[in-house]
């Protein structure tokens, strides 16, 4: 059994910053890729940002230059460090993880959510 805990969600105001932690626990080999997405009601959930096992990332251009995702193998968390945030990024993010077992292929677990929400 696998767990994504998320955490760091809140309300800001515009321009502000907050930055969001997963942690993933269980018994697993390791963590591959990570990475976090978001979801605003009468829409699709849209990628944000991923971090691969080997540190590169990957953005969404709605969030490049603000966002920056992170992650600390040492404690299977990811990061997601948002500043200068616009009340367009409100949502409730999700983190993901795609998890590498002994035995059998990896699989993708996802987070609780979290729910962002940045006020004018």
């Known amino acids: 059994q696998v767990q994504l805990v998320e955490s760091g969600g809140g309300l800001v105001q515009a321009g502000g910053s907050l930055r969001l932690s997963c942690a993933a626990s269980?018994?697993?080999?390791?963590?591959?890729?990570m990475g976090w997405y978001r979801h605003t009601p009468g829409k699709q959930r849209e990628l944000v940002a991923t971090?691969?096992?080997?540190?590169?990332?990957n953005y969404a251009d709605s969030v490049k230059g603000r966002f920056i995702a992170s992650r600390d193998d040492t404690k299977n968390t990811v990061y997601l460090q948002m500043d200068s945030l616009k009340p367009e990024d409100t949502a409730v993010y999700y983190c993901n993880a795609d998890v590498k077992f002994i035995f059998g292929s990896p699989r993708t677990y996802w987070g609780q959510g979290t729910q962002v929400t940045v006020s004018e």
């Open positions: 971090v691969t096992s080997g540190g590169e990332t």
């Open positions: 269980g018994n697993f080999v390791r963590v591959n890729a």
